[in-house]
C-alpha cells in the first residue's frame, strides 16, 4: 500500500492515475462545453462536467492526507540535477494549486450565475451567459495553466522513459520493480 524509498505504493499510483483521466476527461469537457452554443447540449456536459469537477477535488484532498498522515515520498531521481527536481516539485505544487481554483472558480460561477439552479433542475431555463460572472476568466485561465503543466510533467517523464532511459514511469505503476 505504502511507498518505499524507491517506488509509490498502490494507494498513490491509484490516485495518480485516476486523477490523471479524470482531469483529461474535464478538460475536453471543459473546452468541448465552453464552445457550444445550443444550451441544451451545454447543460448536458455541464452535468457531467461540475460534479466531475467534485470527484477530482475530494482525490486531491484524499492525496493531500495521504502523503501530510500515512506516507513518504520515494527519493528523489538519483543523478538527476538539482534543478530538475525542484522544477518537478514546483509543477506537483502547482498542480494542487490550480486543481483547488478550478473546482473553486467552477462553483464561484455556478453560484455568481444561477446555473447551480438549472443544472439540478429545480429552474427550468437556458444557460446563462457565463462569459459574464467574474469567476470565468481564471478558470478559463487555469485551465490553460492545466494544459501546460501537464505537457511539462508527461515531457519529463517520457524525456526519462526514451531519452534517459531510467525506467522512471515505473515508480510510478503497480508491482514490485
Ligand atoms: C479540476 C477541475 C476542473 C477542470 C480541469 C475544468 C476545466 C474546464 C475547462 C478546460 C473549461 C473550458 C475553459 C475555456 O475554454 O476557457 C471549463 C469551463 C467551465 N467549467 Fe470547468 N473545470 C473544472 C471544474 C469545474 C467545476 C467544479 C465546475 C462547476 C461546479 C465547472 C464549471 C464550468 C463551467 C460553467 C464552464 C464554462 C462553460 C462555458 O463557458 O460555456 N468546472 N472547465
Known amino acids: 500500500m505504502k511507498s518505499t524509498s524507491e517506488k509509490y505504493g498502490t ?14 476527461a474535464q478538460l475536453g469537457s471543459g473546452f468541448r462545453a ?3 452554443v445550443d444550451s441544451a447540449a451545454k447543460e448536458a456536459i455541464l452535468t457531467f462536467h461540475a460534479p ?13 492526507l495521504w502523503w501530510k498522515f500515512a506516507d513518504r ?11 530538475q527536481t525542484g522544477a518537478a ?7 494542487y494549486i490550480v486543481i483547488i481554483g478550478m473546482v473553486a472558480s467552477g462553483i464561484g460561477m455556478m453560484v455568481a450565475s ?30 490553460r495553466l492545466m494544459v501546460g503543466l501537464l505537457v511539462f510533467h508527461a515531457g519529463a517523464a517520457l524525456y526519462h522513459h526514451f ?3 531510467d525506467g522512471l514511469i515505473w515508480r510510478m505503476w503497480y508491482g514490485a520493480n
Open 52 to 64: 466531475l469537477g467534485i470527484v477530482i477535488l475530494v482525490l486531491t484532498i484524499a492525496r493531500l
Open 89 to 95: 516539485k514546483a509543477v506537483h505544487v502547482l498542480f
Open 163 to 165: 531519452i534517459k532511459k
Open 114 to 143: 444561477g446555473a447551480g439552479e438549472i443544472l439540478s433542475g429545480a429552474v427550468d431555463a437556458p444557460l446563462p451567459d457565463f462569459s459574464k460572472v467574474l469567476p470565468r476568466a481564471p478558470h478559463g485561465l487555469g485551465a
Open 34 to 36: 465552453a464552445s457550444m
Open 73 to 83: 515520498k520515494p527519493d528523489p531521481v538519483a543523478g538527476d540535477p538539482a534543478w
Open 11 to 24: 494507494v498513490a499510483v491509484t490516485i495518480h492515475w485516476l486523477s490523471a483521466v479524470l482531469i483529461l
